[in-house]
């Protein structure tokens, strides 16, 4: 080995010192490791053999599954003497249904039947019965008087292994087997699934459903374990078999099962370990909701991060279910009184414990659900007013100027600082940079979309309400890469509430009880109900359970759709103790502004600038074509559609829903509407069970082209279109 020192004790590199600290050696690099010990080799390709082998059972593989089949063999073993005295009682029913048919002469009696010689046979067959008869005693007294004579002679231990010889053999006779007679009882009793989840009662419960053929099975690919308080089982269905068709028919597979819904879970396998056929389901011992629900964890944390996923509640099986709300947003809709605020809320607290999150709170159902939160808000209000709203107004338009002051910001910085154009952790906590995560919380969103109080964008004068949506839509999908959390709870989801170009960038949505699947597909996404998922089934017992369809992983797995989740129980009383332990946070950090500082100033905006940004304003209400001064019954119609005749996603409404919705009487109404150049025709709808009917309606086409034939001045004051239309 050769040594060879560079330098002296400091070396001058242009205007830097660099100090030496030592020689620099040269040398060949040996690899000495001993050779590991063939045993130790032996035993590895030993252990990689036992893991991977077919031939050895699962139950010798693992911990777990030796403790399952530990206690299976508890149970069998418990339980066998009852199955055995069970296969002994069915051996004898079976044996005396052979004696019966065979005294009675059956087999010759039916043959005679059969050729049509009953009558010219009946002599034959009752001398042929009375003979049996007579082997019968004759067998039974030669039975007894042998039983006498071993008795006597013998003692009665003889009789003893004979009678548990004819036991076994009346066990094996009477023992299940599909197929043979005798072997089921003619009225079934009560069905119940097994605590031991019995593959046989599985199958059959699939045959039943219709989710196989009756000469179909299912291949086993984990065995019933217990999870929690239910049975875990995964199962690969026959080929050419869907996994999607047995979340789509929970109800039936739970019907056969005699199980109610909400203890059947049903999840696709996915992933490497899954395919299109593989089905994992966990069946609960009862109602999973039926418990007292549990008090969010975050009491017992100083302090949050905003970037992890906030504790929202626990699924079926009692796993914890978080929600992850950087970089998405959030739709709670929900009927009054189902946990709506609670679950806004809970998404709300993890938010609250984070120093370095700047919160946006508007409640406009203008109770005191929120207030607490006025101590560490940045803007905070509480009503529902048009004042209101048009404050709200003016903060989604500083926010929107926020959002494009931070992304031009962030093109001036490094690629180290800002990797993408994503606000990142060190940049929310970098005060410089003044791009903390901010989250605006809208509790009644509807009524603010639902607001007509005009307002003046860009030199035009527009709905408030269209504003605000068309807001909302632009920070929905530019905010969240720039930090911005937004956050809507509704107890009116349906489509003219929410427009459909909100709902569509919506990234996490939480459905509580709805009235209608139609209101569960608006919170969810459409067609979520043909896939399993309604929140219109869930009980009204059911208190805070709704189904979360989250924008990112949660404990079910990343390719979960969704799941049924039953938010945290988060009182007044916690509420208060998070938002003041919150407030104490931005205290200490020095992050406590605006609203909870005592700071709030009146906003010098530039709606012009935004209007042009979001292309807000370009097209104005006109006066002649609002709602409440059209004709009926176009005037009806135009408000029970709303966005939907300006949004272009609805192509098609029935003339069933028009009537019921309206109230009125059907042929006056499809008159009305033929005069005002709106004809009926028919076209294609799905139904709630997915069926495809062709019922007729109006195309939204029509109606708005006969909207805006009146807006325009197109018709007499008789109603009749100028052109002959009508």
């Known amino acids: 080995m050769n040594t ?21 050696l040269d040398g060949e690099l040996i690899d000495d490791t001993l050779p590991q010990p063939r045993h130790r080799t032996a035993r590895r390709r030993f252990a990689r053999w036992w893991q991977h082998s077919s031939r050895v059972p699962p139950w010798l593989k693992s911990k777990p599954q030796a403790v399952q ?24 029913v079976v044996g005396g249904r052979w004696w019966r048919g065979w005294v009675k002469v059956r087999d010759y ?55 548990g010889v004819a036991s076994v053999a009346l066990a094996v006779l009477g023992r299940r087997k599909d197929g043979n007679p005798g072997r089921k009882p003619a009225l079934a009793g009560p069905r119940t699934l097994t605590w031991t989840m019995d593959p046989q ?4 419960a699939f045959r039943d459903a219709k989710l196989i053929g009756k000469d179909e099975a299912l291949r086993l690919v984990e065995r019933a374990t217990r999870v929690g308080d239910g049975w875990a089982i995964t199962v690969d269905l026959p080929a050419t078999r869907k996994a999607a068709d047995v979340v789509k028919n929970r109800d039936a597979l739970a019907s056969a099962l ?30 999973p909701y039926s418990k007292p629900p549990v008090r969010t964890p975050l009491l017992g944390v100083s302090r949050w991060d905003a970037w992890r996923p906030v504790p929202f509640g626990r699924d079926a099986r009692d796993r914890r279910v978080d929600l992850p709300l950087v970089w998405t947003s959030l739709l709670v809709g929900a009927i009054p009184r189902q946990g709506k605020t609670f679950a806004a809320r809970l998404a709300a607290a993890g938010l609250i414990l984070d120093a370095w999150v700047r919160l ?60 993408e154009s994503k606000v990142t952790p060190e940049m929310s906590r970098d005060t410089s940079l003044n791009m903390p995560i901010t989250a605006i919380f809208i509790d009644e969103v ?52 929410i427009p459909s170009g909100l709902r569509a960038v919506l990234g996490s949505r939480f459905a509580l009880r709805v009235m209608d699947w139609r209101d569960s597909n608006i919170v969810l996404g459409e067609q979520m109900n043909t896939r399993g998922y309604d929140s219109s089934r869930l009980l009204p017992s059911h208190k805070g359970v709704g189904i979360l369809r989250p924008d990112g992983a949660t404990a079910a797995g990343a390719d979960v759709l969704a799941t049924t989740v039953r938010t945290y129980y988060m009182p007044n009383e916690d509420w208060q103790t998070i938002c003041q ?39 104005p209400a006109p006066e002649a074509a609002t709602p409440a001064e059209l004709p009926e019954p176009l005037a009806s119609v135009a408000a029970y559609l709303g966005d939907d005749l300006d949004d272009g996603d609805r192509e098609f409404v029935p003339t069933a829903e028009l009537v019921e919705a309206l109230d009125v009487e059907a042929t006056a109404f499809g008159r009305q509407m033929g005069d005002h150049g709106c004809r009926p025709t028919r076209d294609r709808v799905q139904d709630a069970d997915g069926t495809v009917k062709r019922v007729r309606g109006y195309l939204v086409a029509e109606i708005r082209a006969a909207i805006a034939r009146v807006s325009s001045g197109d018709y007499d004051d008789a109603g009749t279109s100028r052109d002959g239309a009508g």
């Not at 003497?81 to 069970?86: A, F, N, T």
């Not at 950090?589 to 709030?600: R, Y």
């Open 109 to 163: 009696r039916t043959a005679a039947e059969e050729s049509d010689k009953l009558a010219d046979k009946f002599t034959e067959i009752r001398e042929l019965t009375l003979f049996r008869w007579k082997v019968t005693g004759a067998v039974l007294a030669i039975l007894a008087l042998a039983v006498a004579v071993v008795d006597l002679v013998y003692g009665a231990d003889p009789l003893w292994i004979a009678g």
């Open 581 to 619: 332990q919150g407030r104490a946070l931005r205290m200490e950090a020095g992050t406590l502004t605006g609203h909870a500082n005592g700071q709030d100033t009146r906003l010098t905006l530039d709606h012009a600038a935004v209007a042009r940004a979001i292309g807000a304003g370009t097209t």
């Open 258 to 287: 005699a199980v109610d819904e909400v203890q059947l879970i049903v999840e696709r396998v996915r992933g490497n370990g899954g395919h299109a056929g593989r089905v994992s389901m966990w069946v609960a011992d009862e109602d």
């Open 201 to 204: 009662v599985l199958v059959d």
């Open 69 to 92: 089949a530990a206690k299976d063999g508890v149970v069998w073993v418990l339980k066998s003497p009852w199955r055995y005295l069970g296969a002994v009682v069915r051996g004898v």
């Open 360 to 419: 946006y709170v508007a409640d406009f159902k203008a109770g005191k659900d929120w207030d607490a939160a006025g101590q560490v808000a940045h803007r905070f209000m509480s009503g529902d007013e048009p004042d209101h709203v048009l404050t709200l107004v003016d903060w989604l338009v500083e926010l929107v100027g926020e959002v494009q002051g931070r992304f031009r910001r962030m093109r001036d910085l490094d690629d180290l600082t800002c990797p």
């Open 446 to 497: 509807q009524v603010p979309l639902e607001d007509r109080t005009p307002v003046v964008v860009h030199g035009k004068k527009v709905n408030a309400g269209e504003y605000v949506g068309e807001l909302l839509t632009w920070l929905a999908k530019k905010g969240p890469a720039a930090g911005i959390v937004l956050v809507l709870a509704t107890q009116r989801p349906d489509s003219k509430t």
């Open 4 to 24: 060879e020192p560079e330098g002296g004790a400091l070396a001058r590199t242009g205007s830097r010192e660099v100090e030496h600290v030592g020689p620099v």
